[in-house]
Every structure is written in C-alpha cells, then in structure tokens.
C-alpha cells in the first residue's frame, strides 16, 4: 500500500500537462528527429551498398522483426504501463541509429539497425495511439485530435528534411545520426507529465489472432495491410526515385521541407470538416493520391518533384487525417490495446509483402511506374475503413 500511495503522489506532482499534450509534444520531438533521417535512411543504404533494391530488403527485415515483437511488447505494456513503453520505444530506437553509423564499417550493422527499428514500432505506436483515444474528451470526435497531432508531426517536420540534407552534406550521415538520437531521446520524456496513465489493460495473444479473422474487423484488417504497402512506395521507393533524378542531399531536403510546410495551411480548416464528414473526405484523398501515384514516373525536374509532393500531400491529409480519425472513433467499441496490435500485424504483413514484391520487380527491371502503380492499391483499400464506419452506424 505504501509503494502504491508513493506512486499515486509521484503521478499526481509529475501530472502538470493537460488533456492530450503530452500526446503533441511527444509527437513534435519525435517528428523533429525521425524527419532529420527518415527520408536519407533508403539513401544511405543505397550509397553503402551500390543497389537500388537493397533498400527493400533491408525494409522488409523491420517488417519481420514488428511481426515478431508486437504480442510480446503488447502483453509487455500492460504490466509496465504506456508512460515507460513510450519511453522504451525511444531508447530501443536509438539503437538503430547507432547501428546505422556502424553501418558504414559492416553491412551487418544494417541488418541490426532495421532490427532494433522494427523492435521499437510497438513500442512507439501502440502506447502512443492508445493514450489518443484514452484522453479523448468525450465528445466522440476525433476530427479534432488528428488533425492537432498532424499540425504537429508537420509543424516539427517540416523544416527537418531540409536541415537533414544539409547536415549530410556539410558534416556526414553520422551527425545526422547522433542529432536525431537525441531529439529521439527526449520524445519519450513528456507522455510522464500528462494526466493519463493507463496500466493493466487486457491483453489475450489468442483474441488477437481471433480479431484478425472476425468479420467485423475483416475491412479493417484490409485496409491497414494495404496502408502497410503503400507506405513502402512512400518511404523507399519514393524518395530512391528522387535521389536518382536529382542526386542531390540537400535538394531532396527542400523539396520534402516545402511541402510540408505548404501543408500546415490546409490543416486547421480539415480537422473540423472530418468530423462533419471525414468518410467523403477521404475519398477526395484517395482520388487525388492516386492521381499523383499515376504521373509520378515520368517527373524529372525538382520543380515537378515539388509540385507533386505539394499536390500529394494535401491529397495526404485529406486521406489519412480522416483514416486515423474513423479507426480512433471505432476503438472506443473495442478493446483497444488488442485491436492496436491488430492494426500494427496488418499493416506490417502488408509492408513485408510490398517490400518483398518490390525488391524482385527491381531486381528484374521493371518499369518505375508499375512500382508507383503498387501505391494505388493501398490507397484504394483505405476506402473500407469507411465501409466499416457506415457498418457501425447500422448497428447503433
């Protein structure tokens, strides 16, 4: 009782930040480092290794490792609490980083690096997207919420790219590295000073893999999977197919930093139309994405690289800013911890098929627009994650 009534008085005089801030701030400092590399790491490997569709392999090792983590860390969360699995999820990624300098020595450091990164997603994730719907107000409207962590994930990452690319060309990748160790660091820090600490939520291994096959979930299940394979396009192939038409650190950086920052504009206004309608508003997104995805492979310039990131990220936030929010409003119906380890399977088995399915079509020579092309499917399959909305709605 007395180990209980210290804990109670350290959570109380710790507890200073209000509602979900500690949510926001946590999503500002890991923005500000993963941003710092996240669009070189498929860069950097490429450069180490001389072949475009090492990126893919190596990307479908992190994949591998997320699949074999996530129960572990599930059950793993419910006895430390989400505070200190966020914690963990930032220290277990710095590992990653410092295996990614080592990198550069031993190609097996790379393997090691996508390791630790993989091992680091549940972590990350699930205490994060738990703690959203945990301190949500009451107001069933989740509109709101995404469109704030999303105005801060773009405010902190906006700049980032630009001064990553620099950092490259002025001092290396290990000093791009070490900075983003830090900032890594420190986002684990806040979600301590917020009001809300859930610990000892359920957790049963056999009614996750239950939930996979329900019926109920089955459109869900679909539409993060294809989620999974879009966001190999996004984050490999993409950025590999700008490095080879611009071969510029710095370009890339400035292309990715305006582009996000253009997008800061459209956010307020969108948080507040999902909640009137957040299912035709990602149809929009879908649309407009798929656009993007189908000209892509003929752009050359970095004026045009520009001008489609610009088009694509606001077709972007029309489709996953309203995407996160009906998946946070369906998991007040579910046990949420469970459905979140669901969410993460799905959309990492989808990402190990696309990284594996991608790393052969290279490795054969096909044609830049066919892998572009795999993107519009995963984009389409978001669209069930509305299905499912309106299912619901039947049922209440």
């Given at each position: ?6 804990y109670?008085?350290f ?30 790491v ?54 990653s ?7 550069k ?20 994730w ?52 070490r ?9 684990g ?20 893999i ?19 394979i ?7 192939a993409w ?6 038409m ?28 999902i ?12 649309g ?28 972007g ?9 009906l ?17 993460e ?10 990284s594996?399915?991608i790393w052969?079509?290279?490795?054969i ?5 066919w ?12 669209l069930?994650v ?6 619901d709605?039947?049922?209440?």
């Open positions: 009782m007395l180990r209980e009534n210290h109670y008085i959570r109380r005089k710790l507890a200073f930040l209000p509602g979900e801030t500690g949510v926001y701030l946590n999503t500002l400092l890991r923005a500000m480092g993963m941003n710092l590399v996240y669009v070189f498929p860069l950097y490997v490429f450069k180490l290794t001389g072949r475009i569709e090492a990126a893919f392999l190596y990307y479908a090792i992190y994949h591998i490792w997320v699949l074999i983590s996530v129960i572990p860390s599930g059950w793993l969360i419910t006895k430390i609490g989400i505070d200190w699995a966020e914690f963990a999820g930032s220290f277990i990624r710095i590992f980083f410092i295996f990614l300098i080592l990198g020595s031993n190609l097996y450091f790379l393997a090691l690096a996508y390791m630790f990164w993989g091992i680091a997603v549940p972590f990350t699930l205490p994060f997207h738990y703690a959203v719907v945990g301190t949500e107000d009451g107001d069933q409207s989740f509109g709101k919420e995404t469109s704030w962590i999303k105005i801060f994930d773009q405010l902190a990452g906006s700049l980032s790219p630009l001064i990553g690319g620099l950092i490259i060309v002025g001092f290396g990748f290990s000093w791009l590295y900075l983003a160790i830090f900032l890594v660091i420190l986002s820090l806040p979600m301590f000073f917020d009001k809300f600490n859930k610990r000892g939520m359920e957790f049963k291994p056999l009614r996750i239950n939930s996979i096959k329900a019926k109920e979930n089955r459109g869900f299940v679909m539409a993060f999977a294809g989620a999974g879009k966001e190999v396009v996004v984050s490999i950025p590999l197919f700008m490095f080879l611009v071969a510029k650190y710095e370009v890339i950086g400035g292309i990715q930093t305006a582009a996000l920052l253009l997008s800061l504009v459209f956010l307020w206004w969108l948080g507040k139309k909640d009137q309608g957040g299912s035709k508003i990602l149809r929009w997104g879908v407009v994405n798929g656009f993007v995805w189908l000209v892509r492979s003929v752009l050359t310039s970095p004026a045009a690289l520009f001008i489609s990131n610009v088009i694509y990220g606001f077709g936030l029309l489709l996953w800013t309203p995407f996160d929010a998946v946070y409003k369906s998991m007040l119906k579910r046990r949420k911890l469970e459905f979140l380890v669901v969410r399977i799905a959309i990492h088995a989808g990402g190990l098929f696309g594996i399915l052969q079509l290279i490795k020579g096909v044609d830049w627009f892998i572009f092309s795999i993107a519009i499917f995963g984009l389409a399959s978001s069930l509305a299905e499912e909305e309106y299912e709605s039947k049922k209440t």
